[in-house]
Structures are given as C-alpha cells and as structure tokens.
C-alpha cells in the first residue's frame, strides 16, 4: 500500500509544520517526511515555536479567515486538555483586563478583539463572564474572565513529533536554498508530489518564497517559578506602546511565563535586562500571588527568553502554487496565534494539499 501514497514533504517543524504533518498521516494516503533546520529540543532565535507561551487567547477580529481558524482550533486544544494529559496542555482560570488610556496603543490594537466586552469567541471558551468592579486590579477598569488552556510547549512540540511517527511521518534535519530543493528531500529518495511551506521567518528569505511582508515582532520573556494561580493579561503598559503584561502557567511543572513585549521589526536575539525588571515589576503588580504579596525581587527566575513572532503584514499565507513543476502548499506568517490557530490552519492546508493532488489537478 505504501507504494500508492503520493509523497509530501513538509519544510517546518514548528507548530504550523508538525500540526499540519499530522494531520496529513491521520488520513493515512500520505507518506510525509517533516524536513527542517530546527527540531523540538533546539533553541534558536530563528524557530519561534518553543519561545511560545503558549495559549488560547483569541486576537483574530471577527467574520475574518482568522477567527474560523481560532475557532476551530479551540475544540482540539480542549480535547487534548481533557483526555490527553501527556500532550502539556491543561485548562487554566483566566483574565484579561483593560486600561482606557491604553487606546490606540501597539499592544492594544494587537488585542482589540481580545479586550472586547463581547468578543466573538465568548461563546467558544467556558465560563466567559464579565470581571466585577470590585474584582479588578488597581488601575483596571474593565475585564473579561473565561477557561482557557496553556501550553507548555517543551512537551507539547515533542508530543507532535511522536504522535506523528506512529502514523507513519519521517523527520529529517534539512537546510534550503530554494524551496524547490525540498522536492528532493522525501526520505523515500523519490520526489515529493508536494511540498507544504511552514517555514515561518524563514519565508522571507527562502528562495522562490522571499516574502517580504514577512517581519519579526519579537517578544521577551522570563519564566520562574513562582504560582500565579491565574493567567492573566492586559491591554497595555507605562512602560511604552509596544510593552505588554502578561503571564501564563505552563503544564506539567514547566513554569510561568511573564511577558512582555511586541517589537515590530527588531531582530534583537538577546534579553534587555532593563526590560526583564519592567516586565517583572509590572507582572507583579498586577498578580502579587505570584510572590505573596512581596517584591518582584523575590521572583525565582529560571531563564530569561527572547521569541521572534513571524508576522506577515498581510495576514497568514494559506494558499497553493506551483513551483518549478511542484505544487507547494503555503501556511506560515501567524505571528503571535500559531498555536491557537494551529489545527485550525492545519485543516485548511490539508484542504488545498487535498485539492491539489486530485487527479484533475495535476494535469
């Protein structure tokens, strides 16, 4: 049977590329190898994916494209949440507060659909309600409260990976050129039929791709041990419009995240420390169960970490072309919502690798 399965090769294994691959085996026509720079397990400024939080937090605005991936992404996450403890996704009470002052502010109209008193995905998570007034933190003047999920994406991204391999998908360490390249690369040693594109940052200079609405918006965070018993998030900061305050509790012991910021354009790999003591103080400020009421010196800090999110300016690529002979399946540029986009994206793109090898698709 394996024989009459037409090849894929999929170029990512980041959430896009590891959720799209598993998708593809789940229908069990396909024989697929994940070829990439980057795996789980690395830590690079070039390879998003293990930076993330992650979380479901929805951005997406209404009645677009994007909210129908989010949408249909939520029912996955909470499965997994539910019946598969060992995917490190688990439910999580959560926030979102909102400061009039910060109108109009990068992180602000980043979250607009996020910060609404009635966003669209109210009726998609659990236990949406409004905060009462006197529930809010010092400084906050509205709020949202719902069950959401974090993630935790160091065992999360591996879970792909070996949920992937019991389906029959092969991974392999590649570097391209050209993304025609990757039609060599099946490790079958015959061409590939197609080749599915989540590359990320990396579509902004891979050859035959090139996108240049592709751009970084990097994000700063530091992860430490202490509880916060909530996650939780704001509108916007002080400390300038392109800042944010956040903080998520990853699964199975894997930390809390204090976040953050949203810096369109800087391709800065490295921790400011000044902005590690502003995102601390602000986190602490906003959660003192994080440190029992005490200073954010008494943070236990693991690690500091810098992410790169790759924002196309014109929203995710998810569409087909083909080059040089080969069809390619493009689903990369979801900035900061690749995973609570994730199955969502996935489906879609097995839609168009569907369509595409139809047999009046290839003539």
């Not at 009645?63 to 060992?86: F, M, S, V």
């Not at 012991?253 to 601390?280: H, N, V």
């Not at 005490?294 to 924002?311: A, C, S, Y």
């Amino acid at each position: 049977m394996a024989a009459n399965k037409e090849n894929v090769v999929v170029i990512g294994a980041g959430v896009a590329g590891l959720t799209t691959a598993l998708l593809l085996s789940q229908l069990g026509k396909y024989s697929i190898t994940v070829a990439a720079k980057h795996m789980p397990g690395d830590y690079d400024i070039e390879y998003a994916s293990p930076w993330a939080g992650a979380n479901y937090l929805p951005v997406s605005v209404k009645g677009t494209r994007a909210e129908k991936w989010d949408r249909n992404t939520w029912p996955e996450l909470a499965h997994l949440a539910e019946q598969q403890p060992d995917s490190g996704i688990h439910f999580q009470d959560t926030a979102v507060y909102t400061r009039a002052k910060d109108d109009n502010s990068v992180t602000s109209d980043w979250f607009s659909e996020l910060l609404s008193p009635e966003p669209w995905f109210k009726d998609v998570v659990p236990n949406f309600k409004q905060v009462p007034k006197d529930k809010l933190p010092p400084g906050q003047e509205r709020g949202t409260s719902f069950t959401s999920v974090c993630i935790n994406t160091a065992i999360y991204l591996p879970w792909l990976i070996s949920q992937g391999l019991k389906n029959g998908v092969t991974f392999k360490r590649a570097v391209f050129k050209h993304i025609s390249d990757a039609a060599n690369a099946h490790t079958s040693g015959q061409k590939a039929d197609l080749i599915v594109n989540c590359t990320g940052l990396s579509a902004a200079k891979l050859g035959g791709v090139e996108d240049k609405n592709v751009i970084p918006a990097r994000g700063q965070i530091v992860v430490v041990r202490n509880e916060p018993g909530i996650m939780c998030s704001t509108s916007g900061t002080d400390d300038g419009s392109d800042e944010a305050c956040y903080i998520m509790q990853r699964a199975a012991g894997g930390g809390t995240i204090l976040g953050g910021c949203y810096q369109k354009g800087s391709w800065e790999s490295q921790p400011d420390p000044s902005l590690a003591i502003r995102i601390m103080k602000r986190c602490v400020e906003l959660c003192p169960a994080l440190t029992n009421g005490k200073g954010f010196e008494t943070l236990d800090i693991i690690r500091h970490g810098v992410g790169l999110r790759p924002v196309r300016i014109n929203g995710v690529r998810l569409e087909k072309e083909k080059i040089d002979g080969t069809w390619v399946v493009h689903n990369y540029g979801h900035g900061g919502f690749g995973y609570q986009s994730s199955y969502g994206c996935a489906q879609e793109a097995v839609k168009l690798v569907e369509d595409a090898l139809k047999p009046m698709a290839k003539i």
